[in-house]
Nanobody, 123 residues
Framework: QVQLVESGGGLVQAGGSLRLSCAAS????????MGWFRQAPGKEREFVAA????????YYADSVKGRFTISRDNAKNTVYLQMNPLKPDDTAVYYC????????????????WGQGTQVTVSS
């Protein structure tokens, strides 16, 4: 069992930056692939980024490639999402998730989910 709690969301102007954090409980954090997803109002949840258990492999959605960076600190049971520069289209609730299988962009591969943190980017 893994509990996930996101933090770091907020309101920022276009071109600005935010760093999201996702703190995980449980001793098995380092065994999981971790991912970030987002859901904008009226839209389906979409993949943002994922990172392997070791941190050696990462995978990004085309819409954020080159702007967002996913990382993890297994000693702190935390995964991060550095976002810059932000655009208004990045406005969404951001969720972190844990998967027991290989690195994936598919939401149904992820077994555990956090409650989400709101990111709002003003133009």
């Amino acid at each position: 069992q893994v509990q996930l709690v996101e933090s770091g969301g907020g309101l920022v102007q276009a071109g600005g930056s935010l760093r999201l954090s996702c703190a995980a409980s449980g001793r098995s954090f380092r065994r999981y692939v971790m991912g970030w997803f987002r859901q904008a109002p009226g839209k389906e949840r979409e993949f943002v980024a994922a990172i392997s258990w070791s941190g050696g492999s990462t995978y990004y959605a085309d819409s954020v490639k080159g702007r967002f960076t996913i990382s993890r600190d297994n000693a702190k049971n935390t995964v991060y999402l550095q976002m810059n520069p932000l655009k208004p289209d990045d406005t969404a609730v951001y969720y972190c998730a844990a998967a027991g299988g290989p690195i994936s962009s598919t939401s149904h591969e992820y077994k555990y989910w956090g409650q989400g943190t709101q990111v709002t980017v003003s133009s």
